[in-house]
């Protein structure tokens, strides 16, 4: 059977819709109180807007999704954004020398936070690479699960999913 991008795109949204169903039973063995303190806490890192999002799986537009066994993470420093996430997809123009890819600290260009119901909140940014515009949209549920959409001008987009951390 050949893959359009219709049926990408939704084996991508089942792959995601599985995780979070999946990171909501695991959720539910904590108490009430630990949940309050967990939705307070996840509020606080994104108000703050200091946070970490630490990827477990990644969804190429092309390919199965692949689980991710090292320590790759997006994150969000005030005004900064620190992207250390892997890539797997096609690129429509490569920069000159080593491309830096999805690895790089920049300036957050543009920031939106929106709620959403049921504890859902949509962050949507802009941050430049020096080698690419990189708009990323955040899906970030008040148990801490997340996930993150990537969508590069010069490379093929990539969604990724993982628990949100913050410092202490």
Request: charged share 25%; with cysteine; proline share 6%.
């Amino acid at each position: 059977m050949r893959m359009t991008y219709k049926n990408i795109g939704l084996q991508r949204i089942c792959l995601m819709l599985v995780a979070f169903v999946t990171s909501i039973v695991g959720c539910s063995s904590l108490t009430p109180a630990e949940k309050a303190e967990r939705i307070r806490q996840v509020k606080a890192a994104l108000d703050d807007r200091r946070y970490t999002i630490d990827v477990k799986e990644m969804y190429p537009m092309r390919g199965p999704s692949r689980n991710i066994a090292s320590d790759w993470s997006l994150e969000v420093r005030g005004d900064t954004l620190v992207s250390y996430l892997p890539y797997i997809g096609r690129a429509f123009s490569a920069p000159f020398g080593q491309p830096k890819g999805l690895n790089f600290t920049a300036l957050i260009s543009k920031y939106h936070d929106q709620p959403a119901p049921k504890g859902l909140r949509i962050i949507t940014m802009t941050a430049d690479s020096g080698e690419d515009v990189i708009n990323y949209r955040l899906e970030v549920f008040d148990n801490g699960q997340a996930s993150i959409d990537v969508q590069p001008r010069n490379l093929e987009g990539i969604a990724f999913s993982g628990e949100l951390s913050w410092p202490e």
